[in-house]
């Protein structure tokens, strides 16, 4: 039967439709997936390493025999660990399995095995080498096909039960049926000046690389045939970017009428202290925008607590005296309500209406919500998700501030602006972004976005003082939070999870019980987490704000632009258990103050080296920018961006951080295709041939 890209993977000999279902969780269903589907790694299996040769510290190859095999209960019969010898003609080695208790009956004494791990010193015997967790491969004797042996191989990782070898297998199969019919994507001429191979040629030799090919240069994703299909990545991604970019100039936007003394007085009115040169600056490359007849489309990065929103209220200011509304979007109900309230008290001596739509909102108050807004009554509407449902329409909307983008997409962003439809033009946007982006993802993330940065923080802040401490400790942790309270200031302490889970985590509910009746009965604890409904939650922060309460219990809720300049401890449990870009958040809740802040990391103890650098990196610095960088060192950039972009991303082979250079060409190319006229008429040639899921995939199909 013949097969094309677009047949579903179920067909593949050795997948059917279990494990098809297995691979359509991860996103495969075509063998266009399967074949997207990349190696990361792969494995010399010409030369193999000899047991004599291997040394602590070092990664191996090796092909070896079972000798013997046994699992080893830990206490709870859980913690298995499979002890497993193995032996060639120069030598024999002892490989140890963590949680190994899978591969009990699973080895043979004999078989053969491709084995590929680091090798450590034995803790118990220093004297003794062994191979800690390797990845293994049983070769059957029957059929050692030249897809596995006598060459570099690909290395998959695992879907589920579908090892990486059924997944090595399909995928030759599936080259070798399709082998004609793998249209390219780059339009020819540009392929051809970059000296990349075809689709199809980087596809085959990618997954099976040629003989002779460079192992390293394979490992470090720089092969051609690798770097073609990088480039392709980047490539219409960065097109979506520089065509979204070119759509959003054509539009025309209000210009408003910024310098003259009546809009000075108007600005000055709302600012109760003295902007730092950061905010000028950044007032002044949005005031430019703001005059002109384009819209603009601005980003604002600044660390948590250097002064974002007060800039975007002088630029909301700025519409309101133009005759314009002014909207601002912010991720969660608690932020809206408390951007609601710092709006209201700079805001409302001059005058201007500030309405607040949030879900939260009784239906009456909603609906009378909504017809102020389409009214034109409310000036400012300050407010969560619940702005871009269709039935909120503005009279006069012109310009948009969206706080914390990175939690709404872009597509939510696009909703927000076409409220702006009656006027027949397009508002001025401000993306305001606390995740302090890497320079060297900014350009992947918001190409399409004007950048600012505001890069000092507003004089009379104390830095604060982080540290590490395990769990013993908490009680001298407890006295350093009493002396606080005393001192008449507030705290938060931070848990991971809200209710008691396997994972035996301490739940923060059950902590708030026991802290406030054991620990600190004398003082007044409040609880905050995700699942209380969004009048608890008011209340709660309510009460934190005015000092009522002194200590606030809380899960991540608290973690984005919650401003309490009072509060001047937190104390973090499970640390261990966060990000790094999370913890950076949690803690630019404290030291808003002139006082000296203190943020304790607490953790059981034992730490993983990635649990350990992260919490080291905080200890080390409070720059945002710094944090960053080091977070993409530890996670790269899949998990940086973590599920909340992968959506966005979702690069199968691009790695943002790794092949920088790569991108940098890829947005090069971009934009001078769709800015060169010449170019128009191969730009839509190429967007029309490029299938259906591309175009969803890279945001194309809009165009074309
Ligand atoms: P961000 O949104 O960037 O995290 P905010 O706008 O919430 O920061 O500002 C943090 C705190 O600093 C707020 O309490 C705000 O009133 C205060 N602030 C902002 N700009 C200044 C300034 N120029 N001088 C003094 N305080 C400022
Ligand atoms: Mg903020």
Known sequence: MPISLQTEVRMVKGVGPQRAELLAKRGIFTLEDLLNYLPFRYEDRIHFSKIKDVQPGGTYTLRARVMSGQAVRGMYGRDAIYHLLVQDDSGSLPCKFFHGGYLEGRLQCGQQLILHGKVEIDKLRPARREMVNPQIEVLSSEEVDSTEMGRIVPI?????????????????????????????????????????????????????????????????????????????????????????????????????????????????????????????????????????????????????????????????????????????????????????????????????????????????????????????????????????????????????????????????????????????????????????????????????????????????????????????????????????????????????????????????????????????????????????????????????????????????????????????????EHAERFGLAQLHQLRGRIGRGAQKSHCILVTPGRLTDDGRKRLETMVRTTNGFEIAETDLLIRGPGEFFGTRQSGELGFHVANPLRDRELLETARKEAFRMVEDPAEKESLRQMLRMLPPQWQRRYHLARIG
């Open 156 to 572: 998959y990782e695992a879907i589920g039960t579908f090892g990486s070898r059924m997944i090595r297998r399909s995928i030759y199969s599936t080259l070798q049926n399709l082998d004609q019919t793998i249209p390219d994507v780059l339009p020819p001429g540009l392929r051809e000046r970059l000296g990349y191979p075809t689709r199809r040629e980087a596809l085959i030799h990618t997954h099976f690389p040629a003989a002779g090919e460079s192992l390293e240069a394979l490992n470090l994703f720089r092969s051609p045939a690798q770097q073609r299909l990088i480039f392709e990545e980047f490539f219409l991604y960065q097109l979506s970017m520089a065509l979204g970019r070119k759509a959003v100039r054509k539009e025309n936007a209000i210009a408003f009428r910024v310098r003259e003394d009546k809009m000075r007085e108007a600005l000055k009115r709302i600012l109760p202290f003295k902007p730092t040169g950061a905010q000028k600056r950044v007032l002044g490359e949005i005031v430019a925008d703001l005059e002109k007849s384009a819209p603009m489309n601005r980003l604002l990065q600044g660390d948590v607590g250097s002064g974002k929103t007060i800039v975007a209220m002088q630029a909301a200011v700025i519409a309101m005296e133009n005759g314009c509304q002014a909207a601002l979007m912010a991720p969660t109900e608690i932020l809206a309500v408390q951007h609601y309230l710092s709006a209201r008290r700079i805001l409302a001596p001059g005058g201007y209406a500030v309405e607040l739509l949030i879900s939260g909102l009784k239906p009456a108050e909603k609906a009378a919500a909504r017809e102020r807004i389409r009214a034109g009554e409310a000036r400012m509407v300050i407010g969560t998700h619940a702005l871009i449902e269709d039935e909120v329409k503005f009279e006069r909307l012109g310009f948009v501030a969206i706080d914390e983008q990175h939690r709404f997409g872009v597509l939510q962003r696009k909703r927000l602006m076409d409220k702006a439809s009656k006027t027949g033009f397009a508002p001025h946007v401000l993306v305001l972004t606390a995740t302090p982006i890497p320079r060297t993802l900014s350009l992947t993330l918001y190409g399409d976005l004007d950048v600012s940065v505001l890069d000092e923080l507003p004089p009379g802040r104390t830095p604060i003082e982080t540290r590490m401490t395990t769990e013993k400790h908490l009680p001298g942790v407890w006295e350093l939070l009493r002396r606080e309270v005393a001192a008449g200031h507030q705290a938060y302490i931070v848990y991971p999870v809200i209710e008691e889970s396997k994972l035996e985590l301490k739940a923060a509910m059950e902590e708030y019980e026991r802290l406030s009746r054991t620990v600190f009965p004398q003082m007044k604890v409040g609880l905050l987490h995700g699942r209380m409904s969004s009048e608890e939650k008011d209340d709660v922060m309510q009460r934190f704000r005015k000092n009522e309460l002194q200590i606030l219990v809380a899960t991540t809720v608290i973690e984005v632009g919650v401003d309490v300049p009072n509060a001047t401890m937190m104390v973090i």
